[in-house]
T-cell receptor
Framework: AQSVTQPDIHITVSEGASLELRCNYS??????LFWYVQSPGQGLQLLLK??????LVQGIKGFEAEFKRSQSSFNLRKPSVHWSDAAEYFC??????????FGPGTRLSVLP | KAGVTQTPRYLIKTRGQQVTLSCSPI?????VSWYQQTPGQGLQFLFE???????NKGNFPGRFSGRQFSNSRSEMNVSTLELGDSALYLC????????????FGPGTRLTVT
């Protein structure tokens, strides 16, 4: 069955530290891959997406993600975290003709 | 360009009642999807509409239904509400079915008492 996992439920980092959020998927073919961010009480905002081509994709707010086919992973990174990055982050996959599947989310806390 | 709008933003209903939620997609977007978000189950796909037709449906009971109008606006309806229907209901729009970039609205927070 298709699935998306985000192994870390909650991550705490200090402001200015680097960040990596993990995402793994299980699909028969390479799906379209996305990262979304959700602030409390808000909807989801698209951070970045991967469809094909260069496996390192740049997104908004200084985020980037790397697709690794051999590991079925699409990890999100940021070199220096800001306090405003505290939010919940969702990895999502889409396959043509099928609905999106979201991971369970990773809650990011940022220490001053 | 205005984003996805959802009304109402908050709703309190009693068990057994029914509720209708509304979603207006980004201008020019023709595909609308609905999701339910709960702490226990996370984000779950409800259904997708395109050209006034349901194209995809998630694993939810028949109490959950929806429709799309000719202007791409969409509504979802939940009948015979249960306590477990309390959730944030999110609507997302995309340009068409071949575009996988979904833009989400702020959601409708439904509380069933």
């Amino acid at each position: 069955a298709q699935s998306v996992t985000q192994p870390d439920i909650h991550i705490t980092v200090s402001e200015g530290a680097s960040l990596e959020l993990r995402c793994n998927y299980s699909y028969g073919a390479t799906p379209y891959l996305f990262w979304y961010v959700q602030s409390p009480g808000q909807g989801l905002q698209l951070l970045l997406k991967y469809f094909s081509g260069d496996t390192l994709v740049q997104g908004i707010k200084g985020f980037e993600a790397e697709f690794k086919r051999s590991q079925s992973s699409f990890n999100l990174r940021k070199p220096s975290v800001h306090w405003s990055d505290a939010a919940e982050y969702f990895c999502a996959v889409g396959v043509k003709g099928q609905n999106f599947v979201f991971g369970p989310g990773t809650r990011l806390s940022v220490l001053p | 360009k205005a984003g996805v709008t959802q009304t109402p933003r908050y709703l309190i209903k009693t068990r057994g009642q029914q509720v209708t939620l509304s979603c207006s997609p980004i201008s020019g977007h023709r595909s609308v999807s609905w999701y339910q978000q709960t702490p226990g189950q996370g984000l779950q796909f409800l259904f997708e509409y395109f050209s006034e037709t349901q194209r995809n449906k998630g694993n939810f009971p028949g109490r959950f239904s929806g429709r799309q109008f000719s202007n791409s606006r969409s509504e979802m309806n939940v009948s015979t509400l249960e306590l477990g229907d309390s959730a944030l209901y999110l609507c997302a729009s995309s340009l068409d079915r071949s575009s996988y970039e979904q833009y989400f609205g702020p959601g409708t927070r439904l509380t069933v008492t």
